[in-house]
């Protein structure tokens, strides 16, 4: 049961960041048609929800129950409500940051590789097309790898901020709930449904940085 449930939760994690990743896509383009879409951010977002989201809340909430217990009907009101408490906070401030910190690096070093593939293919295309401007095709900046690490670091540095104070609105709620009430068996749908709001919030401020970025 416990190999099924791992396997169910890292794939809803993958489709729910998917499919919230396309919905926020459809509502928050800022592309001259409406019907703009774009395969390589569904791409990315699935991506991380296969092998980051799922693999590592799936990994620290079994070490957390393992380490401190879990809420049962054997429990007193008093010891229940401190354990929830007591799980909650380990889940905002130990379990939650480095996951941010991960999640935007892992977000920027994937976008860079696409957008390298992208001038590679329009690089192409325009020797094919245009040999005339084959010097100045050629003179396409390269990012270096100390490039590639500051962007990193920056996108780190904007974002992980203002995702952590918008998540200690949102998920010490949703932990509260699953910690008290939610039965484990029922944990995987629940966490990767509120998870998929989440990251479609996730999207948006990365879509909207990355937008501001492109303007400058």
């Known amino acids: 049961d416990n190999d099924n449930a791992s396997v169910s939760h890292d794939d809803d ?7 919230q990743n396309t919905n926020q896509q459809q509502k928050n383009q800022q592309h001259p048609d409406h019907r703009y879409y774009d395969p390589y951010r ?5 991506i991380v929800g296969l092998t980051l989201h799922g693999p590592y809340f799936l990994t620290t909430f079994r070490k957390l129950d393992a380490v401190l217990g879990t809420v049962t009907a054997t429990n007193s009101t008093l010891r229940g409500l401190s354990l929830v408490m007591k799980k909650t906070t380990v889940a905002q401030f130990i379990i939650f940051p480095p996951y941010l910190v991960a999640l935007f690096s892992y977000m920027g070093l994937m976008e860079h590789t696409i957008h390298h593939h992208q001038n590679n293919n329009n690089l192409s295309t325009n020797k094919s097309t245009d040999n005339n401007n084959k010097n100045k095709s050629n003179k396409m900046p390269h990012s270096s790898s100390k490039d590639i690490q500051e962007s990193i670091v920056t996108k780190v540095k904007h974002h992980v901020p203002t995702a952590f104070l918008s998540g200690c609105a949102f998920w010490p ?5 699953n910690f008290a009430f939610v039965p484990s068996w029922a944990r995987v749908p629940y966490l990767a449904s509120v998870g998929g709001i989440w990251n479609g919030y996730l999207s948006f401020i990365n879509a909207n940085a990355n937008a501001k970025q492109q303007q400058q």
Do not use: K
């Open 42 to 46: 569904t791409l990315r977002w699935s």
């Open 173 to 177: 709620i949703v932990n509260s709930i």
């Open 13 to 19: 994690g993958g489709e729910m960041l998917q499919s």
